[in-house]
């Protein structure tokens, strides 16, 4: 049986990626003055800015997919959790009726 990679690291790595392609094409586009540069020596971060408003949408449309198997991976997981939170309240509900 193969082991099948865990989707959130799988999304994150992706996300991460396209993160910084987008850093990197505005990193250019702001060194070639296509993009006009931050105030005084804040370029860094105006380009940091560039990348996060850019890549936002992009991962939204690009990692689907990845989306939606980290997210059949997690729901699973979030049901055992409620389920295991709901029993317990049960058992310190018994436990007060008692006293």
Do not use: H
């Not at 990197?24 to 296509?34: E, P």
Request: proline share 5%; net charge positive.
């Amino acid at each position: 049986m193969p082991l099948k990679p865990n989707a959130t690291f799988r999304y994150t790595v992706m996300r991460l990626g396209v993160f910084a392609a987008c850093f990197l094409v505005m990193w250019a586009l702001v060194y070639f003055k296509v993009v006009p540069a931050g105030a005084n020596d804040s370029n860094f971060f105006w380009v940091l800015l560039l990348a996060l408003v850019v890549s936002a949408p992009l991962s939204l449309v690009l990692l689907r997919k990845q989306r939606d198997a980290m997210s059949e991976q997690i729901v699973p997981k979030v049901d055992r959790f409620k389920e295991k939170l709901a029993a317990n309240r049960g058992q310190e509900d018994g436990v007060q009726d008692g006293v």
